[in-house]
């Protein structure tokens, strides 16, 4: 891959609006130096269309991503995987090289 | 049901409802933006609390006011268990009939607009502090749908003991006390209770052409939604089933009658009575499934979220409004 | 023109308009978030069905409305094949002559709105079953475009016959009628007028400070970002060349001179004439390129976007709303 | 790549707004378990730039992805493949780790 | 200060203001949609334009108003110098000195609107050229900052010399202007300022129901929408520190007591010279920020934004307008 | 990967939405045939959290993904690199199979 890129995985999320918090509570505490938030995404998946434009975020699903090693990602998706038991979310996970800026090479 | 308790029907916030529904049955692509429905929403909870809270500084805080209050509370807390009982009678899901009594317990700002509209066409008036119980009966209901899920929660694991894999994932009830009173919608309608309540007559008037005159046009755009909404839970419609389909238009009447027996005995004026029967036969669609889905995740809410949304708001709109007037007219005998 | 006509221009939501074109020209960030956008847009369509509506209500159906309605039906039809064919007397691209000729067989609810700002402030009425017209010229023009293009995919077909890797990706009619019936801001436009028509005077009188006091200052957003929105096509200007810029000036006019035509062997009131007059010479923007998108892919929208929104919906707003005033009262000698 | 996450294909779609609607229904056609709508995305290709901020959403964009095998991925960009010959899209395919609630293990 | 003053707080929408840093800091998740927002400070600066601009067409461009209009331009130049210098002796990053400079130099619009409605409701009325100074003071500031950052960024490369590993990504001083004068909001208070001019009485009284009847109430919205920014600022406090902290509530004082004065001095009508002092105290978190985090990268947001939303508006709300208005009768003698 | 498909490198950036112009002509100058921008996401990062519900899009974040060869995503995450030293940002490259529309094959 591109040369000066840092090999990591890049965690995906798809979950319930409501429960956006939680997951990135799991994040932080896994030590992820960072996540990015998509705040309205829709779709369709076991447990039905969860189609967003409803009087309640109920219905309504985020995508939220973080850029961690391999570790972390493991720890991650299980705490993630215990959640989507009980509501709508996948996790996908991908590999990635990644450029951070110089001072930040230590992470 | 003579003509004059139909006109309910024909003023267009109500038509734009129906017309909501209707788009959505022939799948039009019609579409409120939901930032919109958002503000509109915010919008309709500082006029209820501009209007009731500068009616309320007006009136002062009588014996009735007080009486109505602490029964509203009541009410709100006694509903989620009947209902509860009723439910679990036939639903296998206990957590599902936990969540559903919430919905029943608490109340529909929507509802109550449009009760206040007509009664006040009417020319009933009905007092400020009828704001005052509306907001004092959204949480007490979640409280105690969340109390009935723990005693379910407790009886399941008694039950299970060692196959229990699936780990409690519900919140603590700290946090979901929290969000039941910090909850953005919750919290505006008791600020623009306390600001009307601060600015008196005053206040009310500067605010006026922005939350009284233009509130019929904001009003029909936010029915509109509401239909729109309504239309698409439809399809849903059979997940719910007849049971259910026939509780979320049996109980709002039920409810309404003890409304208007405890109404009745404590001596209410006929306009207030009939508020309290509006609030007590509403669910809730808005401010109880955001915090249920948390506090109770093991509910399916398209159950408890199609009903209130989708069977017993229309049912009250339709069917509901002149039925409580007339059940109220009888008893007082206007 | 006199400088009375002119005060066409010196109105705040027409000034607004050019703010917006200057914005975008001098490439300021200005920006109307989407979602009012939308939401004015069906703001404006409310606030002409209430007004259409009610005034319908109040009038009745007479013989000149019908004989109204009818004329427009046919002229969305006509126009654009008389359209069509002017336009592949230069076009290459047939499906974009299609494209075109539905445009301007349909309708700019805008410019209707402003025209009849114009000619009320003026002391001319107009019928309710103007706001009717406007409905019923929406559609034809779809289904004509269609069926245009489906004439061209044929002849290309057999010219090309084996060649044709390109397979024909366009919609059924079926399909075509459901979205140019079923569209949003068009059900919007009806819903409100039967509201109107069902409410009446009453529902009106309800719904004016919503849907007629505010609505200058509704329009002047709406307005400044239709300019916002014609600045930014004005770069594709270039694309449209110079036949299309003179098609989108010189049609307009002819076709308010037909319509002027059959305005006066019908006998129809001024204010009437003149309002048919700009519906048929405005050509769609909104409704139109969101179904022709789909009904006829191979016509690029840079094309038939741009000019109903860039070059006709601007030259009606600044030179025609005052000249076929001009050539309304020429004919009917105010 | 992450031990308990299933290997699958992230199939991503930028597709004229307009057409959405029947990119998911190829989507259902092939049979995926779901997918994850982005409704509002802007960009540039070789049609040029598609703002997305005009009164129609004709210059508009949509992003949908959905997670699939190997063959199911083939067969959706196939179908989509036709599609964009006549509108503005692109299809991305990367491989992915996916990871389901135990219940949906069967996908 | 006399109860009379402190009404001011007794408004609904200042009262929103502080529901909405209550309702942040209990983590309520009350949230007014981004869409929105956008579109109320677009609103306000609507009405001020119009207001401002028919006012100035009624009353015509006198002497005073000149003089006013230039105090304003040389307090916007004069303000970041004198601020940039106070600021040096303690901050160490001198990017941030010349940022925060831009801020208090420049102005904020609902500072100068709740100031209006203050002074307006005591019965003492001000100039339509107030809003033409509001407009002339954003910039000045704006360039004085780039300049004042050019200098620290030569000053910087000398003492570093081969050390510079970090370019320098500031921008050329051509495209701030460009983005200074170009700004959306800057814009829209200049045209609705022009269309104000243009079209009078006549189109202050068309657009009134819009601009001036419904407009408390969306100041409350706005308000509240403020509130809740400012109260997740009030986290970052920390960051700014004892210093700042200091400069954001006595910086504004300062800059009121040198406008009093040269109002005093060039002998303006107190109403005007309130708003003047209003105008040199106020400091931007809209406009300025935008800009500056462009033309100045170096220096940190979290300090600028939240020094000129998070403590100086709130000063300026709660003790700078009837502070001000003290100072003012002070020395004119009311 | 699936067969019809191009292999080339999904660069994805999340920066600034003040920045999101100059990525965007960093892109166009490395002569990618186009770029996908999903225009309002948050996040956290070093710099802390970026919550894009302000007055003032100073705090809200915006993401950019371009697909180009792997040659061009090196210059351009070389160019980014450098602006986001000063600005909030991060780069993600991943390996991708696109689909494009016969006719631009030549990409
Ligand atoms: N196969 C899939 N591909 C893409 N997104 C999916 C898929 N399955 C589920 N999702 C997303 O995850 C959400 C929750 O999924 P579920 O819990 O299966 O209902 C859905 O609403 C989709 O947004
Ligand atoms: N090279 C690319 N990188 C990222 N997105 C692209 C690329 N090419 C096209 N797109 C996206 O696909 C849409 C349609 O592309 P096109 O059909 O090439 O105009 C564009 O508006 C972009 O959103
Ligand atoms: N580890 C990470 N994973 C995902 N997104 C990140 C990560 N680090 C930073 N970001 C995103 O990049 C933005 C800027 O990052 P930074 O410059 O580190 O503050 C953040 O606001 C996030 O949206
Ligand atoms: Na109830
Ligand atoms: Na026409
Ligand atoms: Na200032």
New interface residues.
């Given amino acids: 891959m591109t040369s000066d890129g840092q090999k990591m995985k890049k965690v995906e999320i798809v979950i319930?609006a409501?429960?956006l918090e939680e997951i990135i509570s799991i994040i932080d505490q896994a030590g992820a130096g960072g996540y990015t938030i998509l705040p309205?995404v829709t779709g369709r998946g076991y447990r039905?269309y969860r189609?967003?434009?409803?009087?309640?975020?109920?219905?309504q699903n985020a995508m939220v991503f973080t850029l961690v090693d391999e570790e972390k990602a493991l720890i991650i998706s299980q705490e993630v995987k215990?959640?989507i038991?009980?509501?709508a979310g996948v996790i996908i996970i991908t590999d990635a090289d990644v450029v951070w800026p110089d001072y930040q090479k230590d992470r | 049901m003579d003509g004059n308790l139909l006109t309910n029907l024909?003023?267009?916030p109500i038509?734009?409802f129906f017309?909501g529904i209707?788009?959505r049955l022939?799948?039009?692509?019609?579409?409120?933006?939901?930032?919109?429905?958002?503000?509109f929403?915010?919008?309709m909870l500082?006029a209820i609390g501009?209007k009731g809270g500068s009616g309320l500084a007006e009136s002062g805080v009588s014996r009735e006011a007080v009486l109505i209050i602490i029964s509203a509370i009541v009410m709100a807390t006694v509903v989620p268990i009947y209902s509860y009982y009723i439910l679990r009678m036939r639903l296998k899901n206990l957590y599902d009939a936990a969540a559903i009594s919430a919905t029943y317990g608490s109340v529909s700002a929507i509802t109550f607009i449009a009760s206040s509209e007509f009664i006040s066409k009417l020319g009933i008036p009905h007092g400020g502090y009828m704001a005052v119980a509306l907001v004092v009966m959204e949480s007490p209901a979640i409280v105690m749908a969340v109390l009935l899920a723990g005693m379910v929660r407790s009886k399941l694991a008694l039950e299970a003991k060692a196959t229990g894999s699936?780990?409690n994932?519900s919140l603590p009830m700290k946090k979901i006390l929290?969000e039941a009173f910090?909850?953005?919608?919750h919290?505006?309608l008791i600020?623009s209770l306390l600001?009307g309540v601060?600015?008196g007559m005053e206040?009310k008037k500067?605010?006026s052409?922005?939350?009284a005159?233009?509130?019929?046009?904001?009003l029909?755009?936010f029915l509109l939604?509401?239909g729109?909404?309504v239309g698409?839970r439809l399809r849903e419609m059979k997940e719910v089933g007849v049971f259910l389909l026939g509780f979320g238009v049996i109980m709002p009447v039920i409810n309404s009658g003890v409304a208007l027996a405890i109404g009745h005995f404590l001596g209410f004026a006929m306009g207030d009575a009939y508020m309290f029967m509006i609030l007590v036969a509403s669910a809730s669609?808005?401010a109880v499934?955001?915090v249920v889905?948390?506090a109770i995740?093991?509910a399916n809410?398209?159950l408890y979220?199609t009903m209130a949304?989708a069977i017993t708001f229309p049912f009250n709109i339709v069917f509901g409004i002149p039925l409580y007037y007339k059940m109220v007219t009888f008893v007082w005998g206007a």
């Fill in positions: 319930e409501v429960m309205t039905g189609s967003g434009f409803e009087l309640t975020n109920v219905f215990k959640l038991q009980d509501y | 024909v003023d267009p038509l734009f017309f209707f788009a022939i799948k039009s692509d019609l579409e409120i933006p939901p930032a919109l429905t958002k503000f929403s915010l919008y500082m501009i699936k780990s994932r929290h910090t909850d953005g919608t919290l505006m600020a600001i601060a600015t206040g500067t605010m052409p922005f939350t005159d233009i509130f019929k046009g904001m029909a755009f939604e509401m729109l909404s698409s669609y808005i499934p955001a889905r948390h995740p093991e809410p398209s979220f949304l």
